[in-house]
């Protein structure tokens, strides 16, 4: 199996930068790390960046200028460079994984970390 660990939350003022890290483990051998995505309470999980095989990347409209996602393949790490954070970024933040065959085939999701930013 394989299991996925965020770290870099924490509290930020407005206008101020996290940078995320999700690092994988486990049966990694054929696993895509392919995104990051939050929930907000009371709302639902959404979809932040995602990063392709070849290293595209694709943002929400929400943190397109803002958000920067980056994948060391090395090091089987994930990275969210955020900058500009607003009151509206506040939320847990997820990295997501799959792996498309194989004994440890599925969706593998890390526990999440927290991103409060404050006025």
């Known amino acids: 199996q394989v299991q996925l660990v965020e770290s870099g939350g924490g509290l930020v003022q407005v206008g101020g930068s996290l940078t995320l890290s999700c690092a994988a483990s486990?049966?990694?051998?054929?696993?895509?790390?392919i995104g990051w995505y939050r929930q907000a309470p009371g709302k639902q999980r959404e979809r932040v960046a995602t990063?392709?095989?070849?290293?595209?990347?694709n943002y929400a409209d929400s943190v397109q200028g803002r958000f920067t996602i980056l994948r060391d393949n090395a090091k089987n790490t994930l990275y969210l460079q955020m900058n500009s954070l607003k009151l509206e970024d506040t939320a847990v933040y997820y990295c997501?994984?799959?792996?498309?065959?194989?004994?440890?085939?599925?969706?593998?999701w890390g526990q999440g970390t927290q991103v409060t930013v404050s006025s």
């Open positions: 990063i392709s095989s070849v290293g595209i990347a």
């Open positions: 997501k994984g799959f792996v498309p065959q194989g004994t440890a085939l599925g969706d593998y």
């Open positions: 486990g049966n990694t051998f054929r696993l895509n790390m």
